[in-house]
């Protein structure tokens, strides 16, 4: 009520020329309206500063926050303050009840939205802080959770954001979400596969049958990298480097051999000597190659078998099984090279000479 009699004062001790219409309003209200426009900015402005300065700093200490998002969620927050702005002061000055209520509902609207986008927008930002840290944690299931999370989010940011713009739109949203209530049964029986990948994805949060970056098999075919769990879907990595996306409805459903769990990784191989190589040498051979097991660090010492336990078509083959403990298959490469080698030079050393592919052809001399 001050406010009205200040401005009803004001208003009848000003300047004539203050009080002449142009295009709808009285020149002193687009003056109200500029030095409203000036001051949001100035706000706006002064927000933005603050909360890149105070909030993203804190999050982005090592820099690795996207530049593109961070700006992305700077224009939304500030078309927020600036927005709020303009409700607030809207209401305060004396306009024209019809240009009150254009102005008034044209920034709740605004409003609206610049909220979703902003909050759609700190999510991606958040996402980023928190994936960093969780590639920081020894803790793999972290890598799993933190996209899962992003992806629900954003889901029920745009659900919940579009009633709440449909409502600054003055539209009926009881009367729309009743709508789709009746008609939930119909869309239910539609979207089936869609909520199963849902739940899918539940059940891959919960029971963890895989982990990012771990080696599976997906039923008898799909077999691959685990890339990226989202709220439909899995990706997988395969190895001739394709993308192979696997919804998790089916996860529920198919068996998943996760090589990447395994406490260790078996190796069995053959390795064949020339048919003329004594037995005495071969006793040595084999005895040789136990003792480089024994002195490999990485190789388990309980399990392994090393034995003359065949006659070839070309060779006298040893069996060679061994179980190596590490972490995935690079490392398994180079523990199976280091093996190898060191094979190759004892049987070197020895004098045995390794056997390859040969046949012995006869030809029967002709009569004169």
């Keep these: 009520m ?106 709740l609207i605004v409003f609206a939205v610049a909220v979703v986008l902003t909050a759609h927008t700190l999510v991606d930002v958040l996402s980023v802080f928190f994936e960093r840290k969780a590639k920081e944690s ?26 709440y713009i449909g409502d600054s739109l003055t539209l009926d949203m009881k009367g729309i979400v009743a709508g789709l209530g009746i008609g939930g049964i119909a869309f239910a029986l539609a979207a089936k596969d869609t909520i199963s990948n849902i739940f899918g994805s539940i059940t891959v949060l919960v029971d963890r049958p895989f982990r990012i970056g771990d080696w599976v098999q997906i039923g008898d075919g799909v077999q691959g990298i685990v890339e990226e769990v989202g709220l439909r879907s899995t990706r997988i990595r395969t190895f001739y480097d394709s993308l192979i996306t696997v919804p998790n409805g089916q996860l529920t459903n198919i068996s998943i051999d996760n090589y990447g769990q395994r406490n260790f990784r078996r190796f069995k191989t053959t390795v064949g000597v020339q048919y003329d190589t004594h037995p005495d040498t071969l006793e040595k051979f084999c005895e040789a190659i136990k003792e480089i097991i024994m002195k490999t660090e990485n190789i388990r010492k309980d399990r392994f078998y090393v034995s003359f336990n065949n006659m070839g078509a070309y060779s006298l083959d040893i069996m060679l099984y061994v179980f190596f403990i590490v972490p995935d298959y690079p490392e398994e ?36």
Excluded at 30 to 51: D, G, L, M, N
Excluded at 145 to 150: A, G, H, I, Q, S
């Design 138 to 163: 020894d803790n793999k299931f972290d890598d799993i959770l933190v996209p899962l999370l992003r992806k629900s989010a954003k889901f029920f940011i745009v659900a919940i954001g579009g009633i």
């Design 2 to 107: 001050q406010i009205t009699e200040f401005f009803n004062t004001l208003s009848a001790n000003m300047p004539t020329w203050l009080e002449n219409e142009i295009i709808v309003m009285p020149n002193w209200h687009w003056i109200i309206i500029a030095a409203i426009i000036v001051t949001s900015q100035i706000i706006e402005k002064t927000a933005v500063y603050y909360t890149a300065r105070i909030f993203i700093k804190k999050l982005d200490r090592d820099s690795t926050l996207n530049e593109k998002k961070v700006k992305k969620f700077k224009r939304a927050f500030g078309l927020m303050v600036n927005s709020a702005i303009w409700i607030i002061t809207v209401k305060a000055f004396p306009f024209k009840e019809n240009i009150d209520s254009v102005l008034h509902r044209g920034a």
């Design 333 to 368: 490469l180079e523990e199976r090279h280091k093996l190898l080698m060191s094979v190759l030079r004892k049987g070197n050393e020895l004098g045995v000479e390794f056997a390859f592919p040969t046949q012995t052809i006869h030809v029967q001399g002709m009569k004169a």
